[in-house]
């Protein structure tokens, strides 16, 4: 059982390259969310989605994109890479409802150099 | 927005101690969940506990709802409990977590 699987696990890139954060879970998961981490905090959520088709900011989405084209994905996308974006990033997923635990990746570790 | 704050922000043990870990949230949530990181980065789900005692081995953990703040003892703690401690709230729909900033836990053999 993968649960929240995430790729790649690192990536290094160059300031103003763009490049797409991959998050699968095989859960049958409605919800599914996009969090960063910076170093020695919290996390905080980028984006989320409640089903196929329907996704919503967070509290950090600016410079961030995100589609939901079907249940098992959904795919954090950055343009024009800054290193303000130098971060760890973790996909999570949960059943319905505002009550259900989340179910974490194991996280991609992105620097923007 | 709702604010978590998590006490201490640090410490130390001697393996085999007690400790307790203090999550105070400023609104009503229908959510709260105790997260470990490991030192390898993964976050592990120890226990969603909105209100109410749950216990999992050495590890418990309690929510006062109407008082706002949640606690989690690790008792008889071991090396591989090092690690961060998150506590994180939600109180909308759609489950959006909201983090504190964690307690970060060493012990010592």
């Known amino acids: 059982n993968a649960g929240v699987t995430q790729t790649p696990k690192f990536r290094i890139l160059k300031i103003g390259q763009s490049m797409t954060l991959q998050c699968a879970q095989d859960?049958?998961?409605?919800?599914m969310y996009w969090y960063r981490q910076d170093p020695g905090m919290g996390l905080k959520l980028i984006y989320y989605?409640?089903?196929?088709?329907?996704?919503d900011k967070g509290e950090v989405p600016n410079g961030y994109n995100v589609s939901r084209s079907t249940t098992e994905d959904f795919p954090l996308r950055l343009e024009l890479a800054a290193p303000s974006q130098t971060s760890v990033y973790f996909c999570?997923?949960?059943?319905?409802?505002?009550?259900?635990?989340?179910?974490f990746g194991d996280g991609t570790r992105l620097s923007i150099l | 927005g709702i604010q978590v704050e998590q006490s201490p922000p640090d410490l130390i043990l001697q393996e085999g101690a007690n400790s307790t870990l203090r999550c105070n949230f400023s609104?009503?949530?229908?959510?709260l969940q105790w997260f470990h990181q490991n030192p390898w980065g993964q976050l592990i789900n120890l226990f969603y506990i909105p209100s109410g005692t749950k216990q999992n081995g050495r590890l418990s953990a309690t929510t006062v709802a109407t008082e706002r703040y949640s606690l989690l003892y690790i008792s008889s703690s071991q090396t591989t409990d090092s690690g961060v401690y998150f506590c994180?709230?939600?109180?909308?729909?759609?489950?959006?977590?909201?983090f504190g900033a964690g307690t970060i836990l060493r012990v010592k053999s």
């Open positions: 999570a997923s949960s059943y319905p409802g505002g009550d259900q635990p989340q179910h």
């Open positions: 609104d009503s949530v229908n959510n």
């Open positions: 989605s409640v089903g196929a088709g329907i996704t």
């Open positions: 859960m049958n998961h409605n919800y």
């Open positions: 994180a709230v939600s109180m909308e729909y759609g489950n959006k977590l909201v």
